[in-house]
C-alpha cells in the first residue's frame, strides 16, 4: 500500500513569504500529525488532526497552522515565513488518535532565504 | 512537559558489533517508540514498546516503564544500520493524545 506522501519535496521561500505543504496520509489512517526537525532543536510536535478536527497543539505561534480535509489529507501553513522556520516539516498518519504505529513521510525541506 | 535524553549521542562502530543506546524519561508514558532515521530525513518505525520486550531480527528493545527508561539493542550490525535513532514518548497524563516528545537521539555510525 502506498506511504505517507509529502509534497513538495523541496521548497525555498522567501522572508515574508507564505508556504503550504501538504501530506497525504496511508489508506485508512485518520489521524494526521505534524513536526518540525531543526538541528538546533531536534524534533518538535506541531498539531494533530483527527476526523478534520486540531484534537492537539504544540508551541508554536499563530503563525503556523493546519487543517485536515474529510478524505484524511491535511495540509499545514506558515505565514509571514521567518529565517528561523527553515526545517525539515514531517508529517505522520496512523490509524488511531494515539499514534500508535506512527507511519512518517518522506518530508518538505523548507529553506526561508 | 515529559523530558526524553537518549545516550551516548554518538557511536561509531566495526561492522558486527553490537550496540545499545538508551532512552531515560521523566514521567509516565503510554506510548513508546524507537525510530529510525536514514539519510535521507526518512523516519522508519522500529518499535512501538511502551512496556516490555520485543525483537524484530537483529534489533529487539526492552522498556521497563517503573524505572523510565528503554533500550535498543542492535547485533551484528551493518552499515545500513547507520544513522539517527530516536526515542519518542506519548506522556500518560492529561490528553496528549499521539503528540509525541522526541529525544535528541543516537547518531550511529557502522564502518565496513
Known amino acids: 500500500k502506498a506511504g505517507v506522501t509529502q509534497t513538495p519535496r523541496y521548497l525555498i521561500k522567501t522572508r515574508g513569504q507564505q508556504v503550504t505543504l501538504s501530506c497525504s496520509p496511508i489508506?485508512?489512517?485518520?489521524?494526521v500529525s505534524w513536526y518540525q526537525q531543526t538541528p538546533g532543536q531536534g524534533l518538535q510536535f506541531l498539531f494533530e488532526?483527527?476526523?478534520?478536527?486540531?484534537?492537539n497543539k504544540g508551541n508554536f505561534p499563530g503563525r503556523f497552522s493546519g487543517r485536515q480535509f474529510s478524505n484524511s489529507r491535511s495540509e499545514m501553513n506558515v505565514s509571514t515565513l521567518e529565517l528561523g522556520d527553515s526545517a525539515l516539516y514531517l508529517c505522520?498518519?496512523?490509524?488511531?488518535?494515539?499514534?500508535?504505529?506512527?507511519?512518517f513521510g518522506s518530508g518538505t525541506r523548507l529553506t526561508v532565504v | 512537559g515529559i523530558q526524553v535524553e537518549q545516550s551516548p549521542p554518538d557511536l561509531i562502530l566495526q561492522e558486527g558489533a553490537n550496540s545499545t543506546l538508551r532512552c531515560n524519561f521523566s514521567?509516565?508514558?503510554?506510548?513508546l517508540q524507537w525510530f529510525h532515521q536514514n539519510p535521507w530525513g526518512q523516519l522508519i518505525n522500529l518499535f512501538y514498546?511502551?512496556?516490555g520486550t520485543k525483537q524484530n531480527g537483529r534489533l529487539s528493545a526492552t522498556t521497563v516503564a517503573t524505572e523510565r527508561y528503554s533500550l535498543l539493542y542492535i547485533s551484528s550490525s551493518q552499515t545500513t544500520d547507520s544513522g539517527v535513532y530516536f526515542c519518542?514518548?506519548?506522556?500518560?497524563?492529561?490528553?496528549?493524545?499521539?503528540?509525541?516528545?522526541f529525544g535528541q537521539g543516537t547518531i550511529l555510525t557502522v564502518h565496513p
Open positions: 514498546i511502551p512496556s
Open positions: 488532526y483527527f476526523s478534520e478536527t486540531q484534537r
Open positions: 489508506s485508512g489512517h485518520r489521524s
Open positions: 519518542a514518548v506519548g506522556d500518560a497524563g492529561g490528553t496528549s493524545y499521539g503528540k509525541l516528545t
Open positions: 505522520a498518519s496512523s490509524l488511531a488518535l494515539s499514534g500508535v504505529g506512527y507511519t
Open positions: 514521567d509516565s508514558v503510554n506510548n
